[in-house]
């Protein structure tokens, strides 16, 4: 009893003195674990690099795998390549890394806190003032206990007085060791990192990063967003989608969608699945997988976020097309959604965006995000004609033929003018805003049910004033039917033009709030009382007047026209009342299209508000 008590505390022991909170100041020496009952050395390379990228005075580090691969402990220091000595100090460490003095006072090195799973830490190392050289950063990784890497080497990074320029030609490995060669393979890693670091860390500084909705950049809360860290002639690609099956990152020649070469990162069941794919129109089409253009490095998923990254070779073909990531400059598309097909990806439905500009991917700094200027030209036209004029044409056109009847405008009763003009005014706009919607799209819409409801209003509003160019005479046999078309045609444009533009607040190009769907439908319950109130008043005016004519909105359905009543010159009863109605719906109408258009040209209007918001508090 007392040997076995003697057995387990030298096994404890021996699992004490692998030193689980890092690596000791005597490493710096050799970078040698320090763990009692190693075993044999290995000759095979490990899955575990060391990724420095260029920023001003200062190198960021990347310690992770390209397989996806975690490790529990490393140290890393930074020697002059010529005479070896300890080169400069470490700096922004996360939680798991602590700094090893190798020189009293002096942060050279950096190790782990704890033995939990670690995958691609980050953290900053700063040159000293006026130091000139070519530096390597040596390091060794700790999978386990038993399995580490001794003398893992970053490529070459040269320093010119603050100046610093990342090499592309690595230096060979000092030294390997390992107990048994490891397994691994591409893995997804469900402890996703923190979404204020390191995913948007050295953003516009030592990286490129570009997202939706505008200025989530910066307020670190992007739908979904692309990172590009640039690395010699390698090339990080890091995505991120919120509430998503799939987010992905597209190379364009311009800021629209079609002939751009698409990489995506799909959750397939829990897992990532790296895929490229080809955007050929509005159509995304999936491409067979080319050996060595792009390689998984690690993924992510937790609380419905999907994190991926990958690396993209600096020269590939896709549909016999060259894209050259070291002298072409792109535009970049990042698109988000909640829908997989078969062989592929489905709609972005839940974010899509484009830069505005193209630019090298190694031109550190801020994206501009592609103009969306005729988008919203075309919902503020939609929105004037279909909500603002011809809801005030259609009410003149119902209830107001015996209203104004004692003078006239040029010519005609004062409905029937006023009714022209706005009825025109919204045909024209409507085609205006159809035409310019085509012109930005240049094909058919993938929003189909938008896009199809938009094109009937379309249809419909066009034909209206050749129907009535061709309206029977007062009194002729075939003025009711004339008169019931004309009705139906109208009304119903409006009907699929309201709805239109309730399915248009979920697009993702329209970037409107959800909110305004509430406007929308107090917009069509003030709408639908007003013809109400208005159609009672119509049935109290027969009721006093029985021999009244067109006091009844639908009585102007019928051949009997107002030119052969006694009363046609007098206004019908309840004049005064009619009146008062339309002028609070007309200034009602006037709010309800105003608000929604400001808000269709500001958007995002949150955006506005936050900014306006914190000017007051600064203030």
């Known amino acids: 009893m007392k040997g076995t008590f003697i057995i387990f505390l030298s096994v404890l022991s021996l699992r004490t003195l692998g030193l689980p909170t890092g690596a000791p100041p005597d490493s710096c020496k050799d970078l040698m674990p320090r763990h009692p009952g190693s075993a044999k050395q290995e000759t095979y390379p490990p899955p575990y690099q060391v990724l420095p990228a260029a920023g001003q005075g200062r190198v960021r580090l990347i310690l992770g795998s390209p397989h996806g691969l975690a490790y529990e402990g490393f140290m890393i220091l930074a020697h002059d390549s010529e005479t070896g000595e300890f080169v400069g100090e470490f700096a922004n460490l996360p939680d798991s890394a602590r700094i090893v003095e190798c020189t009293p006072g002096i942060k050279n090195a950096v190790t782990h806190t704890n033995v939990s799973k670690k995958h691609n830490l980050e953290f900053d190392w700063e040159a000293p003032v006026n130091y000139e050289g070519t530096i390597v950063f040596k390091s060794t990784f700790a999978q386990d206990y038993s399995t580490y890497w001794v003398g893992v080497e970053s490529p070459p990074v040269n320093v010119r007085k603050r100046s610093i320029d990342v090499l592309t030609s690595s230096t060979p490995i000092s030294t390997l060791r390992t107990t048994t060669p490891p397994y691994y393979s591409p893995t997804v890693d469900y402890e996703t990192k923190d979404v204020e670091d390191p995913f948007y860390a050295g953003c516009s500084s030592t990286k490129n990063c570009f997202g939706t909705p505008t200025g989530c950049i910066e307020a670190k809360n992007c739908i979904a967003a692309v990172t590009v860290l640039v690395q010699g002639e390698r090339y990080l690609f890091e995505l991120q989608g919120r509430d998503s099956k799939y987010v992905a990152v597209g190379l364009s020649d311009d800021s629209k969608m079609g002939d751009d070469s698409v990489v995506e990162c799909a959750n397939e069941g829990g897992e990532i699945a790296l895929h490229m794919s080809w955007n050929s129109g509005k159509r995304n089409i999936r491409q067979p997988m080319q050996e060595g253009a792009v390689q998984l490095e690690s993924s992510a998923i937790k609380d419905d976020i999907i994190t991926c990254r990958f690396w993209r070779e600096k020269t590939t073909v896709v549909q016999g097309r060259e894209y050259d990531l070291v002298s072409t400059p ?97 045909w024209s706009m409507t085609i205006a805003a159809f035409v310019i919607i085509f012109v930005d799209l240049g ?40 008169n019931w078309a004309h009705w139906l045609v109208g009304n119903t444009a409006q009907i699929c033009g309201i709805i239109a533009i309730f399915f248009a607040v979920r697009l993702n190009k329209a970037r409107l709030p959800e909110w305004v769907d509430w406007i929308l439908a107090a917009y069509v319950v003030f709408h639908i ?91």
């Not at 819409?445 to 007062?474: C, D, K, Y």
């Open 529 to 619: 009382l007003t013809h109400l109130i208005l159609t009672l008043i119509g049935y109290a005016s027969d009721r006093q007047a029985s021999q009244r004519v067109n006091s009844f909105p639908m009585k102007d359905m019928h051949s009997r026209g107002s030119m052969v009543h006694p009363d046609a010159r007098q206004d019908a009863p309840y004049t005064v009342i009619r009146k008062f109605i339309f002028g609070i719906y007309f200034t009602m109408i006037v709010l309800f299209t105003s608000a929604l258009i400001a808000i269709t040209v500001l958007a995002p209007i949150e955006d506005l508000w936050v900014t306006f918001m914190n000017n007051i508090k600064n203030y």
């Open 443 to 482: 094909e058919w819409s993938l929003e189909v049910i938008h896009a199809s409801l938009g094109l009937a209003t379309t249809i419909l509003a066009f034909i209206q004033p050749f129907m009535a160019a061709a309206r029977p005479h007062p009194g002729a046999p075939r003025r009711p039917l004339f």
């Open 330 to 426: 792109y535009n970049l598309l990042v698109a988000a959604g909640k829908s997989l097909k078969s062989n592929g990806i489905g709609f972005h439905d839940t974010a899509y965006d484009a830069t505005g500009d193209a630019k090298l991917l190694s031109d550190v700094g801020g994206y501009t995000t592609a103009s969306n200027i005729l988008i919203r030209v075309h919902g503020a036209l939609m929105l004037a004609s279909w909500i603002g004029t011809a809801s005030i044409g259609i009410l003149l056109a119902r209830y107001y033929k015996q209203t104004w009847v004692r003078s006239q405008l040029c010519g005609k009763d004062h409905w029937f003018t006023w009714h022209r003009f706005i009825m025109i005014l919204t």
